[in-house]
């Protein structure tokens, strides 16, 4: 298995990274695949079996099936297959019986790997085609993009465990139908005490969980979708929502939104955060839930949502009771 990684390698990775991407975004296991012919992108995949309803929809044979059809010829033998994740006895199968002239890919699966992990079908000397293997490129991007999607999953199994409060709503998931809302970032936790059960929600970008972030906090007429550029950035961001804002649990009650627990909430949401965040954003009008940080706060001007966006996360004015609360609070001398 060769371990030289050139820059075209790592640039269709990229791509093929891109396609997990989307399908996480879509809530599959995030595996991205990409098949190239002579330094062309000819056709891309991701997983999607669940949609698909297809245990055979890997993000492989999703990418070798448009290859197919878009050079008119089953026999790929000139192209290249990128992957993310090696791939399983299947895909190493079918790639095999295209006559793929290379297979890149990135992560080792050591529980289903069948170029090299659990088993290796590419080097296997009696079969009538041999592909060369170059396994490991961007491996810890194409690692952390997975870890990631299952620690979310986890996340998501225990808050599933958690019983609604009876003074909290939460903003059903058709309301973002279609909106740009980078959900594959989104994390949960109902184990902070100021919580008292409550779901509280954030963004993370970051790739690397060991480095320290900057923490973005929202303004009275925002919530944690309005930082949707510094998410996208290199910059490791993580965006909360307060709660009963954006994609936190909303409790109903004005009442139960004083600005000590607001404070304690994110108090005790930003101790949670490891490695401790390098500084905090928020528009200088949440300066009195910021006071108690022992963290650097940085002022700014959050940067601006569309009516349809803002509004998403509060369908009805039941929903509005945290945004009302806080207006009020906040304006009061």
Known sequence: MTRMHSPEDEGFMQLALRQAQAAADAGEVPIGAVVVRAGQVIATGHNAPVAQIDP????EVNAMRAA???LGNYRLDDCTLYVTLEPCAMCSGAALHARFKRLVFGASEPKTGAAGSVLDLFAQPLLNHQTQVTGGV??????????????QRREQQQLSKVPLREDALRTPEAAFAGLDVPHSLSHYTA??????????HWFDNR??????????VHG????????APQLQSTQPVIAVDLPGFGLSDKPKKIATHRLAWHAQVLQAFIASVEPAPLAVHAPREMAALLTGLHLPVEWMDAPP??????DAPYPDRGHLAGPRALR???AAP
């Open 207 to 216: 790739t690397d969980p060991q480095v320290a972030p900057h923490v973005y």
């Open 191 to 200: 184990h902070l005490p100021p919580l008292d059960g409550l779901r509280l």
């Open 220 to 227: 009275l007429d925002g919530w944690s979708a309005q930082f």
């Open 56 to 59: 055979t929809a890997h993000a």
């Open 68 to 70: 197919a059809q878009a």
């Open 138 to 151: 961007l491996a810890d991007a194409c690692a952390q993009l997975l870890q990631g999607f299952f620690e």
């Open 305 to 310: 949502l569309s009516a349809v966006l803002r």
């Open 328 to 330: 009020t609070l906040l």
